[in-house]
């Protein structure tokens, strides 16, 4: 159904438009894929090492793997590591925590540095007891575990967290993926066995990064949902076994089974050994598939509304076409809802993706296909969204405004086609098949019942 108002050269204009979009699509899959391959922190050498002060007996030093389970807040999604050091030579007992950041801003302050890229996250050390009061006041299940290694080992990792400790090196720039708690004992235990955990471990997973982001993330599916849009494709290959033990609790499963260095009765063992559950709490539960969500609150009212569509005949003063809907006050105050709705969301995501590309130092937002389904003018669309939901009629506009925004929608419209065939296809390099299967579909029916029944032309007339 195209309203009479759209002309027939804007009609060409548009499919020309289409056409240049089709013909870039293959340049675009190439420019958007990042070059695949392990990526992470690189550790700097140790300066200094013979300054440090060691133990007197690495006998009497033992390290522990502290692994946090997932909490309640959206940082804490991934779960959290620490190393435990226990020195029976000074008896000292501390844990390190690379955890920690400054969450005086709250919410929106953390947001806005997370799409910057600005994340000074640092490395701080407490006594066990302070460290795991902590966590149990989160209600987060703890576990621990004596890690194997020999003393040279212990020495070599001693002397990275001293070179740690030190003020220049505290704080570090956290990548959620690549350097962040978990990732920092990772790579300082590869660094005491001589690079053996990482040659061991590069064969890939089964699981994308975008695969461990909505699991982790289950139990908030608003946040679930926000990153699966916001996140480009480079999250989309698949992680080899050493790049998934970002995860706490992977890196954990990982050195359960390792073999260390450390022999007893004359056979190596296990790199981890005497598991002690400090704490044990329930883990956060799942929350429903925000995708069924949005089936069921976009797509069903968008149906609806297409089956109160009917025909009328032309009003004396307006080119409007021959079709509104049924019942006008109750379902255009449901497009109206739907209108708010969909402008908030789309609009938001828009700017996010839009900030993110241009703005932020995170890869993984630059280049988003999600771009083509969202929008930010699109917030432009609250005051029609409004209208609509006052009034419970269609808003009366200029037929050249009319035509104007019959062009925008059919531009929505265009740019939404073209993200099918690049999602179907696999040309846009990104995982998209949710938003294909149960957002695309509700956007493109609001977009026709909106664009045959949301807007009146009315003519001016001239009383001479």
Request: one cysteine or more; proline letters at 5%.
């Amino acid at each position: 159904m195209i309203p009479s108002c759209l002309s027939f050269a804007s009609l060409l204009r548009s499919l020309r438009a289409l056409a240049v979009i089709l013909a870039l699509l293959p340049g675009v899959s190439l420019w958007a894929q990042e070059p695949a391959g392990e990526q992470g922190y690189v550790l700097p050498p140790i300066t200094d090492a013979d300054k440090i002060l060691l133990p007197a007996d690495f006998n009497q030093v033992d390290f522990y793997l502290v692994t946090v389970d997932v909490g309640n807040q959206v940082w804490d999604n991934f779960g959290h590591t620490a190393l435990r050091v226990v020195d029976r030579n000074s008896n000292s007992d501390l844990v390190f925590n690379w955890g920690l950041f400054d969450p005086s801003g709250g919410y929106v302050r953390f947001a806005v540095n997370f799409l910057r890229g600005i994340l000074p996250y640092q490395l701080g050390v407490s006594p066990p007891a302070w460290e795991f009061g902590r966590y149990e006041r989160e209600q987060r299940s703890v576990w621990q575990d004596k890690l194997n290694l020999s003393n040279a080992q212990k020495e070599t990792l001693y002397k990275r967290l001293a070179w740690n400790l030190r003020e220049e090196n505290i704080v570090y720039d956290y990548q959620y993926f690549f350097d962040n708690c978990t990732t920092r004992v990772r790579d300082y235990l590869n660094e005491a066995l001589g690079g053996r955990l990482q040659a061991q471990n590069r064969a890939p997973s089964q699981n994308t990064f975008r695969d461990e982001v909505l699991s982790h993330y289950a139990s908030v599916p608003l946040v679930a949902l926000s990153l699966d849009v916001l996140m480009n494709g480079n999250i989309d290959r698949r992680m080899s076994q050493w790049e998934q033990m970002f995860l706490p609790a992977q890196l954990r499963r990982e050195l359960l089974s390792f073999p260390s260095d450390v022999t007893r009765n004359g056979q190596r063992i296990d790199m981890l050994e005497e598991p002690t559950v400090i704490m044990e709490f329930t883990p956060p539960v799942a929350g429903p598939n925000p995708y069924y969500l949005l089936l069921a609150g976009l797509l069903l009212p968008v149906l609806l509304l297409l089956l109160m569509f009917r025909r009328t005949s032309l009003a004396s003063f307006s080119s409007q076409p021959g079709i509104t809907l049924r019942n006008p006050a109750l379902s255009y105050r449901v497009m109206g809802l739907l209108g708010v709705l969909i402008s908030l969301c789309s609009g938001i995501y828009g700017l996010i993706m839009s900030f993110g590309w241009l703005a932020s130092a995170h890869l993984d937002l630059h280049h988003n296909l999600n771009l083509l389904l969202f929008w930010p003018s699109d917030l432009l669309g609250l005051g029609y969204g409004v209208r609509w939901l006052l009034s419970g009629r269609a808003c009366p506009v200029s037929a050249g405004w009319r035509s104007l925004l019959i062009f925008y929608l059919l531009a929505h419209i265009l740019a939404a086609l073209a993200y099918l065939l690049m999602g179907l296809t696999g040309m846009g390099g990104q995982e998209v098949g949710s938003l294909l299967l149960f957002v695309l579909p509700g956007l493109l029916g609001f977009a026709i019942v909106v664009w045959n029944t949301g807007f009146q032309a009315v003519r001016r007339i001239r009383f001479s």
